[in-house]
């Protein structure tokens, strides 16, 4: 997959992600965050989907991907609310 190809994707899977995990109190992030988030997370759900399967994943633009790299992506949002929310309550 391209460059060009890796940033749209990123930015849906990002999206979606911020989405999922929000619901309707969610946190606006911009593009850039939704990006990375969507980038990292692709490459996070990679190694979930390697470690559950034992198989590498292809990174076509199919909805199979998407949805790997969008649980990726969801699992990182998770992890870095859970660290927000706790820092947040070390300073109270």
Not at 15 to 25: F, K, L, T
Not at 38 to 57: D, H, I, N, P, S
Not at 62 to 76: K, Y
């Amino acid at each position: 997959m391209g460059f060009i190809a890796w940033i749209v994707f990123g930015a849906i899977v990002g999206w979606v992600a911020n989405i999922v995990v929000g619901g309707r109190s969610r946190q606006r992030q911009g593009c850039l965050v939704s990006i990375i988030v969507g980038v990292v997370g692709a490459a996070l759900g990679g190694l979930l989907y390697r470690a559950f399967t034992g198989q590498e994943k292809t990174w076509d633009f199919d909805f199979p991907s998407l949805g790997v790299a969008a649980v990726g992506a969801v699992v990182l949002l998770v992890i870095v609310r859970l660290i927000q929310g706790l820092a947040s309550r070390d300073r109270q």
